[in-house]
């Protein structure tokens, strides 16, 4: 079992920055694919970015060149710095881990508003 438990959002103006951390419980974190997804109202749980075990990194179009996804294996944390964020960013933002079998974290809210 895997307890993920993020930290990180709040309110900030557009243009701003924000850093989310999830921490997970465990000692085997450095063997799973781990990742951020969000979801707005009315809308599905999307992904945002996830790394893998031997440091792939994928990312959604809309945050290219402005997300940046990174792990800490010794810390088991998995990091997310968001800059230039917009008010479409603004949702609840889900910490992600995966070996055999998927879990998540309970969800921080991020909003981008002036």
């Known amino acids: 079992q895997v307890q993920l438990v993020e930290s990180g959002g709040g309110l900030v103006q557009p243009g701003g920055s924000l850093r989310l951390s999830c921490q997970a419980s465990g000692s085997i974190f450095r063997f799973y694919t781990v990742g951020w997804y969000r979801q707005s109202p009315g809308n599905q749980r999307e992904l945002v970015a996830t790394i893998t075990g031997g440091g792939s990194i994928n990312y959604a179009d809309s945050v290219k060149d402005r997300f940046t996804i990174s792990r800490d294996n010794y810390l088991n944390t998995v990091y997310l710095q968001m800059n230039n964020l917009k008010p479409e960013d603004t949702a609840v933002y889900y910490c992600?881990?995966?070996?055999?079998?998927?879990?998540w974290g309970q969800g921080t809210q991020v909003t981008v508003s002036s």
């Open positions: 992600y881990a995966s070996l055999a079998r998927e879990y």
